[in-house]
């Protein structure tokens, strides 16, 4: 299993189950023994940190004013779910039934189970939720007074208040459930992996990067990896599949050094053509998160909560002696789902609102209280690609989402926008006068708004697609998430969806595993 991330946790979990099969974690990151995975709020230090993230940067882009943005994907054990905002989410059901039409049981009715086999929600069970397994799902121990006052308002707008956002596709507004237990981040390592280190069948390698899937006669026999920054290269056999959970970006890189990708592109760089897979790195698609910012009075947000000394003293000690607070959250605390337009039979619109302001990720907050409402387009029609830049397999690929390049796409952020305004200006907000500070009121026309995102917007961290499932000619991999034309090898990871979910996308991912690991083990009829 390559990659050590939220899909590969699963896989080497369900696989290693029956002590007589053996399973190879490989994980190219290290361990998690650093606090600030583990705090919630953490994910401010482990986000652009080389020591839990590969670090990627984006080609530029040319509707972002051909900025070059940051990418964080996990470098660590547990993956992105190790950096990511543990917001627990689905998508929607239509999602699963679009890729259900080409993809035979990957409808929702046949996923559902396998979201099912691995949760544990605090809530307890009914038609659509279970307790008992591997992956907790709490609510936020937090709340706050502005927020309150935004589902209030979108409830004033036609957006009803939720306390559980997967039991429908309605527009609906709530706080998030997230990954945690007990205020602690609950990573994919730490719910599937650290309890089962003792099975003697089951081998975790850190600091191991593949370099190479081996395939032989058209079966895939093994991989070369590498520990650390050594050259030596370390042959991995295996006897019955090698499987790929290293995520849409690294699993087409690997595939694409190893032979397996567009011939075109493997010839450029020298590369021993082994399968002409054209859609290899084809079909990236990711949320591009716009975020408006409203100067808000009369309360306070956690831009001057923590402005003093005395404020992070307080905030440390509630969060040390209550587990709860600011140290707790999420990246984002309440979520939306909204429709762009009436005409579009689900939501296509996602809030992830913030009681907090501040320039870029990772900047300095504002110094006057203020609320970010971020919102994206859940189902853009803007498709990129992964593309190596050598045969290198340790230098980074050219990763190039295309955001906004399509027109349907610049009139959904748009739209947004004005919708976000509606929201902002409703009732239940008036006493906190909120007064927007960007995209600001002179940005009225849609060239003005596009503007504005295309100075301001970034990624949500949610590249999918690009190893895509299907029967179609650039399609990857089948509805059994084999490569089409190798034998024994298999793609379990966020790279096989057709098309991006309408939501976060480390659950999705977790529950593509679960279900992988059980075709492995029934194709191989064990």
Known sequence: VVGGGSAGCVTANRLSQNPNHKVLLLEAGGNDRYIWIHIPVGYLFTMNNPRTDWCYRLAPQKWLNNRILNYPRGRVVGGCSSINGMIYMRGQANDYDRWGKDNAGWDWKNVLPYFNKSLDYAWGSD???????????????????????????????????????NNSDEQSCGYFQVNQRSGLRLSAYQAFINPILHRKNLTVVTNATATQILVQNDKATGVRYRIGRTEEDITASANREVVLCSGAINTPQLLQISGIGPKHLLNRHGIDVILDLPGVGQNLQDHLQIRPVYRVSNTRTLNTQVQSIFGRIRVGLQYILTRSGPLAMSPSQLGAFVKSDETVPTPDLQYHVQPLSLDSFGGDLHPFDAVTASVCNLRPTSRGEVNIESKNPLQPPVIDPRYLSTEQDRHVAVQSLRITRKILSAQPLKRFEPTEYRPGTVAQSDEGLLDFVGKHSTTIFHPVGTCKMGNDTMAVVDHRLRVRGIDGLRVMDASVMPFIVSGNTNSPTMMIAEKGAEMILSDNSL
Do not use: K, N, Y
């Open 127 to 165: 038609t659509v939720h279970a307790t008992g397994g591997e992956w907790r799902v709490e609510g936020q121990r937090l709340s706050w007074e502005i927020l309150d006052a935004f589902q209030a308002a979108a409830a004033e707008c036609g957006i009803r208040p939720t306390q559980h956002f």
